[in-house]
């Protein structure tokens, strides 16, 4: 290998040695919970569900508010429960997080019922809810 291979190469090799050691860095700095797969997929969840209802011209306002805050409640106690220290407490704030997926689903079939939803766009967000609350669930059961 000549001195340029050489140099080229540990070039290259300081800056993966960078970019990662700054990927840590921002690991390390983050919540519990943000690390939680079920807490970002419910971000996202949250972040579709609201960009598909606001181009429908046909959902109230209490349904709106209901499903909002049934969605958010999903996203703060699972953020909640991962600061408690012990299981119960952690298992409790995920189980209610769960009944608010639950929560979620039953507005999204209202919606549907009423013609709100089509039938793709219901199936879509029901699938979504439907994988949260098993990751949750998964949760809950590791807790016991």
């Known amino acids: 290998m000549s001195l340029e291979q050489i140099t080229k190469t540990k070039t290259q090799y300081s800056i993966l040695t960078l970019k990662l050691n700054t990927e ?14 079920v ?15 606001a181009r429908k011209s046909k959902l109230d306002r209490t349904a709106s508010d209901q499903l909002n805050r049934a969605i958010m409640a999903i996203i703060l106690n699972i953020a909640e429960g991962t600061g ?3 299981k119960p ?12 997926v639950y929560e979620v689903v ?21 699938s979504t809810y439907e994988e949260i609350s098993k990751m949750l ?6 807790l016991k």
């Open 106 to 126: 039953a507005i999204l079939d209202i919606l549907s019922d009423d013609g709100i939803l089509n039938s793709d766009e219901h199936d879509q967000l029901y």
């Open 24 to 37: 840590l860095e921002q690991y390390k700095s983050m919540f519990d919970f943000e690390k939680l797969i």
């Open 89 to 100: 407490d952690k298992r409790n704030f995920f189980t209610i997080a769960r009944g608010s």
């Open 39 to 53: 807490y970002q997929k419910a971000k996202s969840a949250r972040k579709a569900t609201y960009d598909l209802l």
């Open 137 to 142: 669930l998964g949760l809950i059961s590791s």
């Open 84 to 86: 408690k220290s012990s």
